[in-house]
């Protein structure tokens, strides 16, 4: 179930165009954190709050989550959304490498995410 989750929040990323997404499996190494980081990048703040708002809208329509806490939508550099088991970091890209919050997490394990091919949304006037 857990990975259907992370596939549903890394499509929800790739549809607005993320970047270098992956998700960090922080259970084998002890975090009392989350069970998983996901992150990702966008390249300029428009972008990193367009990707942080679609996570949040496809998380609460396909999988009922709602985010117990998001930070950063004030700057849009570093938006964090807390979803308790999962927590996710949309980086704008320069900060993402300033952070290097992959590399903090070297020990877990890691999934990188390609973005897939899937049918489009039927619209209103189409259904």
């Known amino acids: 179930m857990i990975t259907h989750d992370l596939r549903v929040l890394a499509d929800a990323m790739q549809d607005k165009k993320a970047e270098k997404v ?21 390249t300029n703040t ?18 009922g989550m709602k985010p117990i806490r998001t930070q950063g939508f004030e700057n849009n550099y570093w938006i964090i959304i ?8 949309v980086f704008l890209g320069e900060y993402r490498d300033f952070y ?8 877990a394990p890691r999934k990188e995410y390609k973005e897939r091919k899937r049918p489009a949304k039927k619209t209103a006037i189409e259904e």
């Not at 954190?33 to 992150?39: N, P, Q, R």
């Not at 807390?82 to 970091?89: E, K, M, Q």
């Not at 290097?100 to 020990?107: N, P, V």
């Open 22 to 42: 992956v998700s960090l499996d922080l259970r084998p190494v002890g975090s009392a954190i989350a069970d998983y980081f996901m992150v990702c990048n966008g």
């Open 46 to 63: 428009t972008q990193v709050a367009a990707i942080a708002d679609n996570i949040i809208k496809e998380a609460k329509e396909q999988l």
């Open 82 to 89: 807390d979803f308790g088991h999962i927590v996710i970091h």
């Open 100 to 107: 290097r919050l992959e590399d903090l997490w070297a020990d």
